[in-house]
């Protein structure tokens, strides 16, 4: 049988306690699981270009040529589970570890890999806490400068049967990076963002919403004014980043939806001076008809953002409205429609 070595990036994943899952309900978890795989899983592989390696009832393998790519499926993967378990019980909640490591790997003529690179990788999902993702020194240095996580540095780390200790760096999914001091303003300076790093993920997107509200802001758009509540007395920026809406007559793409709103309000609430509303307060108008002047007054915000995802087999739409909650009008609206795989690039 040939072989083939190659250097890849090895993502490992489980999910934590299954067997207890299973004994509670085994015909509901490989339900949710299946679910899982075909609505969630599997498409944020094929979107950032992962092979299966093997799947092991409860678990998967996945090669990557890039660590960035691994990363990002393993975050987008996260962050779709903790909406998903949103609202249940901890002892119905599906959660998974993942460990990530880039390294040396051998490649069985029947697409099977084997080798250190797929050892260190799995003995580090078998340490992340629940929702968490392991990154061995090698993988993390790849992805450092990208990440706007939190990171928790565990140092030298023995795993089991690995010779020499690992660096193993954890990131905590949900968990923003603290934000870095912003450097003095210079001439010049004053239309460009001011947050620091943007998430990966929808962050391009967040990013061009972002630009345009400190161009407004330097053009003299809004002076604030409304409700007596402090923050949005000041002359900054105010705004409610609403729920956007599902389109795609699959209600088991609101993750997605919801994924593009809480990144969106993340970076938005970094910019310097910023008051914006809490994504837990702007879901409690999901689904609901509400104007927006209406919410801009109960809010105490001059702007409301919204829009709406269309996502099917190979492309995704997002549409955007920035909307002036004094006067109702639209101040700006796009529309971004790209091939799942370009997603990032958006």
């Not at 690995?162 to 999914?173: D, F, H, N, R, S």
């Not at 003095?184 to 990966?200: E, F, H, N, S, V």
């Not at 000041?234 to 809406?245: D, E, M, N, R």
């Not at 007054?297 to 269309?310: A, F, T």
Request: aromatic fraction near 6%; glycine fraction near 10%.
């Amino acid at each position: 049988m040939s072989e083939t070595r190659k250097i890849a990036a090895i993502l490992v994943a489980d999910v934590v306690g299954y067997s207890r899952l299973a004994g509670a309900d085994e015909d509901r978890t490989l339900s949710r699981l299946r679910g899982l795989r075909s609505d969630l899983i599997d498409p944020a592989i094929a979107a950032h270009h992962g092979r299966v390696v093997k799947r092991t009832g409860d678990g998967i393998l996945i090669e990557f040529r890039s660590v960035v790519n691994a990363v990002r499926c393993a975050i987008e993967v996260q962050y779709g589970l903790i909406e998903r378990n949103a609202g249940l019980p901890p002892e119905r909640r599906i959660e998974f570890r993942v460990g990530i490591h880039l390294g040396d790997v051998v490649e069985e003529s029947d697409g099977d890999l084997m080798g250190d690179g797929v050892n260190i990788a799995a003995r580090l999902e078998g340490i992340a806490e629940p929702g968490a993702i392991c990154l061995s020194e090698d993988a993390y240095r790849q992805v450092k400068g990208r990440l706007d996580l939190a990171v928790a540095d565990l140092g030298p780390t023995q795993l089991k049967n690995i010779a020499e200790p690992i660096t193993v760096y954890a990131l905590q999914v949900g968990v923003p990076a603290e934000a870095k001091p912003a450097s003095p303003a210079t001439p010049g300076d004053q239309a460009k963002p001011t947050a620091a790093k943007w998430r990966l993920g929808f962050a391009p997107l967040a990013a061009g919403f972002a630009a345009l509200l400190i161009l407004a802001a330097a053009s003299g758009w809004y002076l604030l004014a409304g409700r007596s509540a402090k923050p949005a007395d000041s002359a900054h920026l105010s705004i409610v980043v609403l729920p956007f809406a599902n389109l795609s007559g699959d209600a088991s793409q609101d993750y997605f939806a919801d994924g593009i709103t809480e990144n969106l309000t993340t970076d938005l609430s970094r910019l310097i001076g910023s008051f914006v509303i809490a994504r837990n307060t702007a879901f409690t108008f999901k689904g609901k008809n509400v104007d927006a002047k209406e919410i801009g007054k109960e809010l105490g915000v001059r702007y409301v953002l919204e829009g709406s995802v269309q996502r099917d087999q190979g492309r995704v739409r997002v549409s955007v409205q920035l909307i002036d909650a004094q006067s109702g009008g639209h101040l700006w609206a796009d529309r971004f429609d790209k091939p799942l795989a370009d997603l990032f690039d958006m």
